[in-house]
């Protein structure tokens, strides 16, 4: 694949406000191991302060410490381990919906702040459910806002993608649309989902992570229309007319003819760098939906996760969260037209880690938005001629 670097500008700023987890806020003193007759302090009120701060700078888990930019608003329950996995704009404007690990949180873009938080725990039959990596979407239909999104349970079935409906002040929970693991996983993981209106009929695409499948459900009565195989560990979703563009985190399902090294996952096997041990693919599966079957797969970096369409739907954009760069995918050729590196490293130096893991576009098709997510910075990609209509 060639791969052509782009002039970008990568800002280390958090976009306008934070949404932080409130497991982060703890007031108990440092522990002190006491000596004879003196009191020996091993850690120091200094050690952590970061961590139990209420204002910036904040500590992060692999010892960067960032001052993001905007306000960082917290919530949830502080003795919860909180995650805020994904958030979209409802379609009155105003709203922000937050998927967390334990629900969801409703903030006024505003004011930032909390005005509704739904739970698993209001719900006795999901108790002890929790939301799934990412994939979250907000739908008007007939007059009705809804929220959609994918969650992992202990019963049986164990996963659900999960339906709401927003009234402008609250959440009201609908229903779960089951899906049962196929063996050998043990979980069929819905991550990200699409909504889209056919013939007056709600219907819901949704990648099962666990399951190596996109799946095709009609709302109304929760009946599975088709199913079609992907690549491993399915994660990102786009539609662009009758195709699904889905990205694989390990690349292809592993045939054992070809000879190519692979070893196990959780479930199943992936190819691997024999020298490393780590994946050693990424793919995105274009499926054609009005049939339900797959008609190929892209070769992109590794681990691909988001994905999104141009506004004219001649491009789709990929970030490949372990390779820290964007695949560009002409939707005419279905082959990848450029490649973006949007790491903080350019010099050639060889260092990667910058993680891209989220996509936003503008809606002229010619900025480009990329969450670097080691890098806690957006990176802000001016299109060109090959990876844009507009460029």
Request: aromatic residues 10%; neutral net charge.
């Amino acid at each position: 694949m060639k791969k052509k670097t782009r002039a970008l500008s990568c800002y280390l700023l958090i976009v306008c406000w934070v949404i932080s987890i409130s497991a982060c806020t703890n007031t108990r003193k440092p522990n002190i191991k006491k000596g004879e007759g003196t009191a020996v302090p091993y850690k120091t009120a200094l050690d952590d302060s970061t961590l139990f701060t209420e204002k910036a700078p904040f500590i992060m888990p692999y010892n960067r410490i960032i001052e993001a930019a905007g306000e960082s608003v917290r919530f949830g329950e502080a003795d919860l381990e909180n995650h805020s996995l994904d958030a979209v704009l409802m379609p009155d404007g105003e709203t922000i919906v937050v998927e967390d690990r334990f629900g969801l949180a409703f903030f006024n873009s505003e004011s930032h702040r909390l005005i509704d938080r739904w739970s698993y725990q209001k719900q006795e039959k999901y108790q002890g459910s929790m939301s799934t990596f990412s994939g979250i979407k907000t739908f008007v239909h007939n007059d009705s806002t809804y929220i959609f999104w994918g969650a992992g349970g202990k019963g049986k079935p164990n996963s659900y993608l999960m339906q709401a409906y927003w009234d402008g002040r609250h959440a009201k929970f609908i229903k779960a649309i089951p899906f049962e693991p196929i063996p050998p996983a043990t979980i069929a993981l819905p991550n990200e989902v699409v909504i889209r209106a056919e013939a007056g009929e709600l219907y819901a695409y949704t990648v099962l992570n666990g399951n190596n499948q996109l799946i095709k459900v009609r709302v109304k009565d929760s009946k599975v229309m088709w199913a079609a195989p992907t690549g491993v560990a399915p994660f990102g979703i786009t539609l662009i007319r009758n195709k699904a563009y889905v990205t694989n985190w390990a690349g292809s399902i592993p045939d054992s003819k070809n000879g190519l090294e692979t070893a196990g996952i959780p479930w199943g096997s992936a190819y691997i760098d024999p020298k490393t041990g780590a994946t050693s693919q990424g793919t995105v599966s274009v499926i054609d939906i009005k049939q339900g079957k797959a008609e190929k797969e892209v070769p992109v970096g590794l681990h691909p996760n988001a994905v999104i369409a141009s506004p004219d739907e001649k491009f789709v954009y990929v970030a490949n969260g372990n390779s820290d760069y964007i695949s560009v995918i002409n939707t005419q050729t279905e082959k990848v037209s450029d490649s973006i590196f949007v790491g903080l490293f350019q010099q050639g130096i060889g260092y990667i880690g910058s993680t891209p893991n989220a996509l936003a576009i503008n809606k002229q098709g010619t900025t480009l938005y990329v969450a670097n997510a080691l890098d806690n910075a957006i990176c802000v990609v001016s299109l060109g001629k090959q990876t844009s209509s507009e460029g």
